[in-house]
């Protein structure tokens, strides 16, 4: 067994334990009840899209302040901003906008917008006679801070929620917040762990002055990348004469990630693989698939519900900026085909 081998194997051994080991204590969670604002579970971004949602150790471009908030402070020090629209059939569509820097030394800033359209129907009285035409829009609004020491970083994100039916003149409005982490584990690897929606609640403008709790959600992960033109320099400077070793970072890689995912009232976890592959420079291919989880209140393996894998193109444009184009497709309950379709336009100044 050669040296490249082993190492690879130890890399994910010891980052499968990682993320199965919190799962114990997840896994003691059951179902006790019903979802307010279920969407807010959706997947959003083409590129988490693609992963089916394994993204909590990656959150490494503006779409990651939707899942872990800890994510803002490995950008860039140059603002970089990701545009998302998603068709999810049955008259829904879903638009996202998020912005991600580092704003000073070690301190990253995120803020995000998530709007979710239901589409049209019409409103019936108690006899089921027509009343007028509706439509329900919910919105999301994030703001996130994280802090970056050498090898670890942390985040929290607040949340604004509002939820309208238009036409009704029913509305509700609530706050809840984020918290997140991510670790460089000796070189191997990243692990990434969030919960998100903490302390949510949502009050309804109708005259019961309804509250309703939003269930959170816990995320933890990993991912690891394997260079495919990492290059090793070794320069000897003229003053101290000593040999100074230099690596170049690999432009095309083979990224693996592994998300536990679980909801509040969910039954079991859902374990999801994900993989990004960069042959060229320009091109990327990805792909997500949950591996364990729920399946109509059972617990199966390749449930087949979770899924999604998308393309990336990146122009050599010769511009001060780069201009990242993906595009995805995913999975979907509701929808007959039962999959949707996902674009960005994520630009980096």
Not at 49 to 68: C, K, M, Q, R, T
Not at 98 to 118: D, E, P, R, T, V
Not at 150 to 168: P, R
Not at 246 to 253: C, G, K, L
């Amino acid at each position: 067994m050669n040296k490249s081998y082993s190492y690879f194997m130890l890399r994910i051994i010891l980052a499968s334990i990682v993320v199965i080991i919190p799962q114990q204590y997840i896994m003691a969670q059951f179902s006790d009840g019903g979802y307010a604002e279920a969407w807010l579970s959706r997947n959003v971004g083409a590129r988490p899209v693609s992963f089916a949602g394994a993204y909590s150790a990656l959150s490494n471009d503006p779409a990651g302040v939707f899942y872990n908030p800890s994510g803002a402070s490995f950008m860039g020090e140059f603002p970089t901003f990701n545009s998302t629209v998603s068709s999810l059939g049955l008259g829904r569509t879903q638009a996202v906008l998020a912005y991600s820097q580092q704003i000073l030394h070690s301190i990253g800033l995120g803020i995000g917008i998530n709007n979710f359209y239901s589409g049209e129907f019409t409103s019936r009285n108690k006899f089921g006679d027509p009343i007028n035409d509706v439509n329900n829009n919910q919105l999301l609004g994030v703001l996130a801070l994280s802090y970056r020491l050498e090898f670890l970083s942390m985040g929290v994100g607040v949340k604004y929620i509002n939820n309208a039916l238009n036409g009704a003149n029913i509305s509700a409005n609530g706050i809840t917040f984020d918290l997140g982490t991510k670790l460089n584990v000796l070189d191997m690897f990243t692990f990434g762990l969030a919960i998100n929606n903490i302390g949510g609640d949502i009050k309804w403008n109708t005259p019961s002055k309804i509250h309703e709790k939003i269930p959170y959600t816990i995320r933890t992960g990993i991912a690891t990348e394997f260079g495919l033109n990492e290059e090793t320099r070794f320069e000897r400077p003229d003053i101290t004469g000593k040999i100074d070793t230099i690596i170049i970072p690999s432009s095309r890689y083979i990224m693996i990630g592994l998300d536990a995912v679980m909801n509040q009232y969910d039954n079991t976890p859902s374990i999801i693989f994900a993989t990004e592959i960069i042959p060229i420079e320009l091109i990327a291919f990805r792909g997500g698939i949950s591996l364990y989880g729920d399946n109509e209140g059972k617990a199966e393996i390749l449930p087949m519900n979770n899924w999604g894998a998308g393309i990336s193109f990146r122009p050599d444009l010769e511009t001060e900026f780069n201009l990242n184009i993906d595009y995805s497709v995913s999975s979907d309950y509701l929808y007959n085909n039962k999959i949707t379709h996902h674009i960005s336009l994520q630009l980096e100044l």
